[in-house]
């Protein structure tokens, strides 16, 4: 039996449309901008966005650093979450390699760094403080989704500002879903866009970093400099281009299991689901006891293969995870808190 794995949407594999037209993909060296499936992925990313320009790389990492590093110079600070993948889960890239100084703000409940906070995290223009230069925000953050208001707002206080604002938008598309709206009503509010064509939207290998042509110019020389610069990379980008045209419409599946499954876990004693944060693909849950090492060994003696800490938890639902699977997860752990 194959297993059911909860970790991540990461872990979903291409379709069989996807590995077709990875092989029948026309390509070329798209280190010389030569790879004609590579343009026709960056063009269209750049169309829906509403941006001018659109960078394909290997992974969520370099185009999240390659923003930090075409926005800021060295000795330039950016705001962004206390647990913001940028900041917390990405080796410190932006200051181990752009020496770029980040500024911290822990995100609330709605997954928003406050504006008041924002504001007095903004150093004046004095040689004593780092340059603020960027504003880093995660959309879903934790599966949770930031409304447009907001993001319009934090936009606002950019430009008074004269900052850049980036969006970390690995799972922006889980966002469109849950609020039923075009991607470009939230690039408008944006400087620079990075989007995962690899997560949920089940593409093998790939991300995008989307802003205007200034900024992308920037981007590909640093690609290039930190080992991006991929030859018949179309290859990849065949897969990318069904990601971002065809697989947006699916995410609604993957909601519609999350809450089928936290409607099973809800009643479970021992567990407590932070209802908030079960917004798109994502089941989160705190546990009453420190179970975490005990209720994988469960799982995995079942089947079921999840990353919790000791009191946490959080279920990823994903292509790859049928809805007959569900009702299975459930069982396996109302099982284990039953024994416990
Ligand atoms: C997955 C992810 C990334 C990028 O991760 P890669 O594995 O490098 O593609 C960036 N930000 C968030 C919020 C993510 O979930």
């Not at 990075?194 to 991300?207: F, N, Y």
Request: glycine share 8%.
């Amino acid at each position: 039996m194959t297993p059911i794995d909860l970790r991540s949407d990461t872990v979903t594999t291409p379709t069989h449309e996807m590995r077709q037209a990875m092989m029948t993909a026309p390509i070329g060296d798209d280190v010389y901008g030569e790879d004609p499936t590579v343009n026709r992925l960056e063009a269209k990313a750049a169309e829906l966005t509403h941006m001018e320009a659109a960078l394909f790389a290997p992974t969520g990492t370099q185009t999240n650093l390659l923003a930090l590093l075409a926005h800021c110079q060295r000795g330039d600070e950016y705001i962004v979450g206390s647990d913001a993948h940028t900041y917390m889960y990405e080796g410190g890239g932006a200051a181990v390699l752009g020496s770029i100084q980040p500024c911290t703000i822990p995100f609330n409940e709605k997954a928003e760094l406050p504006i008041i906070k924002i504001q007095s995290a903004i150093k004046p223009n004095d040689p004593h403080f780092a340059r603020t230069r960027l504003v880093a925000l995660e959309n879903t953050q934790h599966g949770r989704v930031l409304n447009t208001p907001y993001l319009k707002e934090v936009s606002q206080l950019c430009q008074q500002q004269e900052l850049g604002l980036h969006l970390d938008g690995a799972r922006v598309f889980h966002a469109t879903t849950k609020l039923n709206i075009q991607i470009s009503e939230i690039t408008q509010h944006l400087d620079s866009i990075s989007i995962c064509l690899s997560k949920g939207l089940c593409a093998p290998v790939g991300s995008l970093l989307c802003g205007n042509k200034d900024l992308i110019a920037k981007a590909r020389r640093y690609r290039k400099m930190l080992g991006g610069g991929m030859r018949q990379a179309g290859i990849l980008a065949a897969a990318g281009l069904i990601a971002l045209e065809k697989m947006p419409e699916r995410l609604q599946e993957d909601h519609d299991k999350a809450q089928a499954l936290s409607a099973l876990l809800k009643s479970i004693e021992g567990l407590t689901l932070r209802e908030n944060w079960n917004q798109t693909n994502m089941v989160w849950a705190d546990f009453d006891n420190p179970i975490g090492s005990l209720l994988t060994q469960h799982c995995a003696a079942n089947g079921i293969k999840i990353s919790p800490d000791d009191s946490s938890m959080r279920l990823v639902l994903h292509k790859d995870i049928s809805h007959d699977q569900i009702n299975r997860i459930g069982q396996v752990f109302s099982q284990f808190f039953e024994q416990t």
